[in-house]
């Protein structure tokens, strides 16, 4: 996705569904059961419990990412995304850690929810975005070593509740609005779009 795509999205306040898009209906016709469901998916998808934020946490806009870090085209946006969040200062962007590409993705993935605990996940991010190679638990924690962070409160927090069960619930919610793949995007205010980026 380029970052003049982003852009564009951004003035049109939303993306255009591709192949897994999912557009749900919640104006004032539709069921009230329908809407109430509506309501909790899209707080769960973005403003749901131990979630991670780029950018600007307090931004005006929010952009949600799936994403994996053994994903190629994740590894290709990542650079796009972070220069479109600096010269973007109003976009919160709220990622979710969908390890859909094996077991080390999910180790991966532990280790950045971790290291969300101790106020550093946008650095080790970028780092294992970055970072060559197959993305696993010891490439994870070389990075975060190489980042100064607190390594037996990492490895405490890789071991919590909070973060197994926030992987399970964002690979969940990828699952119930329909992503296809990773990297992922969410974007509007009455609608959910979604589509596979490629």
Request: aromatic letters at 6%.
């Amino acid at each position: 996705l380029r970052a003049a795509g982003l852009a564009l999205a951004l003035l049109l306040g939303g993306l255009v569904g591709g192949p897994a898009a999912v557009r749900a209906e919640a104006g004032p016709e539709a069921a009230p059961e329908a809407a109430a469901e509506y309501a909790r998916l899209r707080a769960q998808v973005f403003d749901g419990p131990d979630l991670p934020v780029m950018g600007n946490p307090q931004g005006s806009f929010t952009i949600v990412e799936f994403s994996d870090y053994n994903c190629p085209f994740c590894r290709r946006t990542a650079p796009e995304v972070t220069a479109f969040l600096a010269s973007h200062p109003q976009v919160r962007l709220v990622v979710h850690e969908v390890p859909i590409f094996g077991e080390g993705s999910r180790e991966a993935a532990t280790v950045a929810l971790a290291a969300a605990r101790q106020g550093r996940y946008a650095e080790f991010h970028r780092a294992m975005m970055a970072a060559h190679g197959k993305a696993g638990r010891a490439s994870a924690l070389r990075v975060a070593r190489g980042l100064g962070l607190d390594m037996d409160r990492l490895e405490r927090d890789m071991q919590s509740d909070a973060v197994v069960t926030r992987i399970e619930t964002s690979l969940d919610l990828a699952d119930r609005i329909g992503l296809m793949g990773t990297p992922s995007f969410v974007i509007g205010e009455q609608s959910l779009f979604g589509y596979q980026i490629g």
